[in-house]
C-alpha cells in the first residue's frame, strides 16, 4: 500500500516562502504523477500542481502559476512544492497525491493515493 507523508506546512508572512514535502513509501514512486491539492473546509479540494513521473512535465492552476513550482527526487521519492510569493488566500490544507498512470493530469478522480494534508496559513 502507497502511503504519502506531507510535511513543511506552517504559519507565514504574506510575500512569505514554503516549500512542502511529500515522502511517499511502498509503491513504484518514480512511475507515478504527483499532484498537490487544497481545500478549504466546506470547499471542493481543488488542483494547485501536477508533475509526470519523469519531472520534465508541469501543470500549474491559474491561481497559483508564476508563483508555485513542483519538483520531485525520484531516487528521494520525494515530491516538493515550492510556494513563493505566499497570499493570505493560499491558506489552507495542502494534500499530496500519486496517479498510477504516471501522465500528468489535474483531475483530482484520478488520482489513486492521497496523504494527510498539511496547513499553511499565510497572514496579512
Known amino acids: 500500500q502507497v502511503q504519502l507523508v506531507e510535511s513543511g506546512g506552517g504559519l507565514v508572512q504574506a510575500g512569505g516562502s514554503l516549500r512542502l514535502s511529500c515522502a511517499a513509501s511502498?509503491?513504484?514512486?518514480?512511475?507515478?504523477?504527483m499532484g498537490w491539492f487544497r481545500q478549504a473546509p466546506g470547499k471542493e479540494r481543488d488542483f494547485v500542481a501536477a508533475?509526470?513521473?519523469?519531472?520534465?512535465?508541469?501543470d500549474y492552476a491559474n491561481s497559483v502559476k508564476g508563483r508555485f513550482t513542483i519538483f520531485r527526487d525520484n531516487a528521494k521519492s520525494t515530491v516538493y512544492l515550492q510556494m513563493n510569493s505566499l497570499k493570505p488566500e493560499d491558506t489552507t490544507l495542502y494534500y499530496c497525491?500519486?496517479?498510477?498512470?504516471?501522465?500528468?493530469?489535474?483531475?483530482?478522480?484520478?488520482?489513486?493515493?492521497w496523504g494527510q494534508g498539511t496547513q499553511v496559513t499565510v497572514s496579512s
Open positions: 497525491a500519486a496517479d498510477k498512470w504516471g501522465g500528468i493530469t489535474t483531475t483530482r478522480k484520478n488520482y489513486d493515493y
Open positions: 511502498g509503491g513504484a514512486f518514480s512511475t507515478y504523477a
Open positions: 508533475i509526470n513521473w519523469s519531472g520534465r512535465s508541469t
